[in-house]
């Protein structure tokens, strides 16, 4: 079992960085592939960011890429979700999710632990 609890976010305007993180407790924290999802009012729970177990290797939605960036830390059982260049449209509560499947995993349905979430708004 993997207990998983975002921080970090909040509201900012249009252009503004936020770092999101999320604490890992339980089971061996290096033996899992992390992520990033969001959701939106009204709308599906979406893909953002995978980083490998290692974190030698990430990938990202294509609506993020070159603004967020992911990162870990195993000493410290955290992951990080850097946010830069913000815009209205990134408003969504952000949850972080632990795999143990190899590789880059991108859906939903290849993640075994989830967190609750934290709300991050940008205005214009």
């Known amino acids: 079992q993997v207990q998983l609890v975002e921080s970090g976010g909040g509201l900012v305007q249009a252009g503004d960085s936020l770092r999101l993180s999320c604490a890992a407790s339980?089971?061996?924290?290096?033996?899992?592939?992390m992520g990033w999802f969001r959701q939106a009012p009204g709308k599906e729970r979406e893909f953002v960011a995978t980083?490998?177990?290692?974190?030698?290797?990430?990938y990202y939605a294509d609506s993020v890429k070159g603004r967020f960036t992911i990162s870990r830390d195993n000493a410290e059982n955290t992951l990080y979700l850097q946010m830069n260049s913000l815009k209205p449209e990134d408003t969504a509560l952000y949850y972080c999710a632990a795999g143990r499947k190899a590789g880059l995993p991108r859906f939903s349905y290849e993640y075994d632990y989830w967190g609750q979430g934290t709300q991050v708004t940008v205005s214009s």
């Open positions: 339980g089971r061996t924290f290096l033996s899992y592939a």
């Open positions: 980083i490998t177990w290692s974190g030698g290797s990430t």
